[in-house]
């Protein structure tokens, strides 16, 4: 499969930037036409390169982000995101695993060696730094409210749903932050399983980042609308194993590299720019695992 004209411009860019020499690939693990970077021994790129191959974690159930495609593969702005970090290690799309990664188990994920990165709507925040590191982010996101579409119970912001029940994903920054707001939680373990008891009147909204919930949305046309008032702020970074300096100041690198060579634009524009507008990308942020 050959890697689309943006994602190998971004990997040579990284390679320019870096000051690395490059070589042609092997065709026995790569695809002949990705240019694969020689980094110095021992570093995570370097094992990566070397084995052709890198597993990402990433959700499966998130529309416009992470989503299983027919193929059985996700697809979203996340994926892509992660076609741009595997093509600057001169690995191509065919030798990406992509491994389901739900919001509880994205930091075990990480520490036990199941997935090289993660890459899944995942907020940066201290607490999920004492355990892993983060590069970025590459998106800000912020928490909103999905209800019945004419918005019969009149929800106006979190403040309204004090008592009432409320559904949101365990072990996400989302089921943490309406918790402060005295509801009765009710959570799952994919925001798309919160969209029936919506339906039912089980619950009277469901939370978590607006960007999800305009994919939801999005999704099933005429049943629901999102709020349009995020109440927070949701930096999203890509998950990598604890203290890997090297490796999170590469992927920082690749980033950069994306917002300048109109890759980032173009990942944007092909899926969650379908539904939102292009925004800004954020500035990594070097200074702070």
């Known amino acids: 499969m050959r890697l689309k004209k943006g994602l190998m411009i971004s990997a040579i860019a990284v390679v ?6 490059a070589c042609a690939a092997d065709s026995g693990t790569t695809d002949p036409d990705v240019v694969v970077p020689e980094f110095e021994a021992g570093t995570t790129m370097a094992e990566l390169a070397d084995a052709g191959k890198i597993t990402i974690g990433t959700k499966f159930d998130q529309p ?10 996700p697809v979203g702005f996340d994926v892509e995101i992660g076609k741009i970090i595997a093509a600057s290690l001169g690995i191509s799309e065919d030798n990406i695993e992509w491994k389901e990664t739900v919001s509880a188990n994205r930091e075990s994920f990480i520490e036990n060696g199941t997935v090289d990165i993660v890459i899944a709507t995942y907020t940066i925040n201290d607490t999920r730094k004492e355990v892993i590191s983060f590069a970025g982010p590459y998106y800000n996101a912020g928490q909103d409210i ?13 403040e309204d749903l004090a008592g009432k029940d409320v559904c949101s994903v365990a072990g996400s920054t989302s089921e943490k932050n309406i918790a402060e ?9 994919a925001y798309s399983a919160c969209l029936e008891p919506l339906r039912s009147g089980k619950v ?3 939370t978590t980042d607006n960007v999800i919930l305009a994919g939801l949305a999005d999704q099933n046309a005429g049943e629901f609308e999102v709020l349009s008032n995020p109440f927070t702020e949701e930096p999203y970074g890509i998950g990598l194993g604890l203290d890997d300096d090297e490796f999170r100041d590469y992927i920082n690198d690749v980033l950069e590299a994306s917002y300048s060579d109109g890759s980032w634009d173009a990942a944007w524009n092909e899926t969650a720019g379908t539904v939102l507008k292009l925004p800004t990308p954020p500035a990594v942020d070097r200074y702070s695992n």
Do not use: W
């Open 16 to 21: 320019g930037l870096l000051g690395l020499s």
């Open 146 to 158: 999905l209800v019945l579409a004419d918005n019969p119970e009149g929800i106006t912001g979190p």
């Open 64 to 73: 416009l982000f992470g989503l299983k495609g027919p193929s059985g593969d």
């Open 181 to 189: 707001y005295d509801v009765k939680l009710i959570t799952t373990d």
């Open 204 to 206: 009277v909204a469901v």
